[in-house]
């Protein structure tokens, strides 16, 4: 009898010590096709974003779960609760500030132009007036290029496409942010950047609009990470 007691009492306490450690998990949406922020090595989700959203876990101390989804998904899964957060190298820009809240910035970057290394005639955002130019649906650059009155856009589920596409030189160039656009080029020699760069933009942390208090811990965690070195540190690492 004394040894069942004596039992559930190690039970009970096992149980316990359990709970008090148990962190709260925070649902973080990606979309796992943007280097250096975010793109899969070997089937798991790692890049820049994810090295930060897990020191905002740390700080924050939760346990960061990473959702891989279609980067247009990433906002309605927020709104329908799916997620808590969205890292995604996501612009801060006022459409989606009509939807959602975003922490303060964490990246600014801009539009370029991607081109294969043999094109001499664009050099500027004027030159692609009609040309064919490759866009990724949603992103800033489909929205830079809509705008563009003479300019005809063809738009891919996903930039390593439109990529594929230039080299085999079914469109002209490629309109993409900066670092992802770097990150491609570095990697293929036959392409190039051209020698401009549109309006600069921010990246920052959607969270849902009902959520202040979680929208203010991330800022906080963020300033964090800036002042102790943490930030700099994965720039390094991945940029
Ligand atoms: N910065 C771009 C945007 O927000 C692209 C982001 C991405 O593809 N992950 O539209």
Do not use: C, W
């Amino acid at each position: 009898m004394k040894k069942i007691v004596k039992n559930l009492v190690l039970v009970l306490m096992l149980l316990l010590s359990s709970l008090s450690f148990a962190k709260g998990k925070l649902y973080v949406g990606t979309n796992a096709e943007f280097p250096p922020f975010e793109y899969l090595d070997k089937g798991e989700v790692v890049g820049f974003d994810i090295d930060l959203v897990k020191a905002i876990g740390e700080k924050i101390d939760m346990e960061i779960v990473i959702k891989d989804m279609a980067f247009d998904g990433l906002i309605p899964a927020l709104e329908m609760n799916k997620i808590d957060i969205v890292i995604a190298g996501m612009t801060a820009n006022e459409e989606r500030k009509q939807t959602v809240n975003f922490s303060s910035p964490y990246y600014t970057a801009n539009q370029v132009i991607i081109l294969n290394e043999s094109n001499e005639d664009i050099k500027t955002f004027d030159d692609l007036n009609d040309k064919l130019v490759g866009v990724v649906l949603g992103f800033t650059g489909d929205v830079v290029v809509s705008e563009m009155k003479n300019v005809k856009s063809k738009k891919y589920n996903a930039s390593y496409a439109a990529i594929m596409e230039l080299q085999n030189k079914k469109i002209d160039a490629i309109v993409l942010d900066s670092e992802t656009a770097l990150n491609y080029v570095k990697h293929n020699k036959s392409l190039k950047l051209a020698e401009t760069s549109g309006e600069p933009e921010e990246y920052a942390i959607a969270i849902s609009k009902k959520n202040i208090e979680l929208l203010e811990k991330i800022n906080k965690a963020l300033e964090e990470i800036k002042a102790d070195g943490t930030y700099d540190s994965l720039l390094k690492k991945h940029m």
